[in-house]
């Protein structure tokens, strides 16, 4: 088991930014890849963002120049800033880590309970 527990969600205004965090064990967080999922009422999850061990980043076309994935070693914490939000970025935020980013894709590996980020206008 890989313990992943998001936070940072909330609301702010169309425009605003939040930064959302994933805290998992120390023991594992420096040599798997992670990423991050949303999945908004009515629609199928999507892959948001993923972090290689080597710091490889790839985003969705819909967050690309708005959010940054990145991870804090000393920390065991990764994060995605997110700028310029938009109310379509409204969703249930997932953090997700697998053994390698094929399977973050797939859907398999650890997820997060999830954190709520609402967008108004």
């Known amino acids: 088991q890989v313990p992943l527990v998001e936070s940072g969600g909330g609301l702010v205004q169309a425009g605003g930014s939040l930064r959302l965090s994933c805290a998992t064990s120390g023991s594992i967080f420096s040599i798997i890849p992670m990423g991050w999922y949303r999945q908004a009422p009515g629609k199928q999850r999507e892959l948001v963002a993923t972090?290689?061990?080597?710091?490889?980043?790839n985003y969705a076309d819909s967050v690309k120049g708005r959010f940054t994935i990145s991870r804090d070693n000393a920390k065991n914490t990764l994060y995605l800033q997110m700028n310029s939000l938009k109310q379509e970025d409204t969703a249930v935020y997932y953090c997700a880590a697998a053994t390698s980013v094929k399977a973050i894709i797939s859907g398999s590996g650890y997820w997060g309970q999830g954190t709520q980020v609402t967008v108004s206008s």
């Open positions: 972090l290689t061990r080597g710091g490889d980043t």
